[in-house]
T-cell receptor, first 112, second 113 residues
Framework: GQQVMQIPQYQHVQEGEDFTTYCNSSTTLSNIQWYKQRPGGHPVFLIQLVKSGEVKKQKRLTFQFGEAKKNSSLHITATQTTDVGTYFCAGWDGGSQGNLIFGKGTKLSVKP | ETGVTQSPTHLIKTRGQQVTLRCSSQSGHNTVSWYQQALGQGPQFIFQYYREEENGRGNFPPRFSGLQFPNYSSELNVNALELDDSALYLC????????????FGPGTRLTVL
């Protein structure tokens, strides 16, 4: 079945450093979504990418969707303590049933 | 606009018991999905409901069942609870079926002893 893998599992950075998490799917995706989950909280939608090679920016966050639509990345420039949390990618293979497959997430900690 | 709400917040059950979790979707959303999130893992899709019908199901046994009501609220029922069912159960509503943007509720933390 479809699998979505994320690396790294954990990332510890000093405030002000950059951070990148990578997501790889075993199958071609129709779209990919990114979510952020704060400690003790629930996943919150960040963005959706649909087109091959798409790049979207939200302030210090840059999201990319690979040309083959099988991988994606999230890059945070100059991390802040408010960026702390777990970042999940979630892929959909476009099947008729809403089976969104989440990666295991990358847990980001930021040292002030 | 009211967000997704879930009840109860926490629940403790013993092995073999049955449990019902409840969810109210965000206003205007007619699709509800349920996810199981084990500690340190990503959410795993259980099933999705649209117009009171199951619209898709993940790799979960039949003892996981659900309902959606005319007001789009939903229930997740789990029979014959097992220790491995201990997890955070998340409900998410969306505007459309399929893998549309998921608006998650705060979740119900289920502990099975």
């Amino acid at each position: 079945g479809q699998q979505v893998m994320q690396i790294p599992q954990y990332q510890h950075v000093q405030e002000g450093e950059d951070f990148t998490t990578y997501c790889n799917s075993s199958t071609t995706l129709s779209n990919i979504q990114w979510y952020k989950q704060r400690p003790g909280g629930h996943p919150v939608f960040l963005i959706q990418l649909v087109k091959s090679g798409e790049v979207k920016k939200q302030k210090r966050l840059t999201f990319q969707f690979g040309e083959a639509k099988k991988n994606s990345s999230l890059h945070i420039t100059a991390t802040q303590t408010t960026d702390v949390g777990t970042y999940f990618c979630a892929g959909w293979d476009g099947g008729s049933q809403g089976n969104l497959i989440f990666g295991k997430g990358t847990k980001l900690s930021v040292k002030p | 606009e009211t967000g997704v709400t879930q009840s109860p917040t926490h629940l403790i059950k013993t092995r073999g018991q049955q449990v019902t979790l409840r969810c109210s979707s965000q206003s205007g959303h007619n699709t509800v999905s349920w996810y199981q999130q084990a500690l340190g893992q990503g959410p795993q899709f259980i099933f999705q409901y649209y117009r009171e019908e199951e619209n898709g199901r993940g790799n979960f046994p039949p003892r996981f069942s659900g309902l959606q009501f005319p007001n789009y609220s939903s229930e997740l029922n789990v029979n014959a609870l097992e220790l491995d069912d201990s997890a955070l159960y998340l409900c998410a509503s969306s505007l459309r079926t399929g893998a549309d943007t998921q608006y998650f509720g705060p979740g119900t933390r289920l502990t099975v002893l």
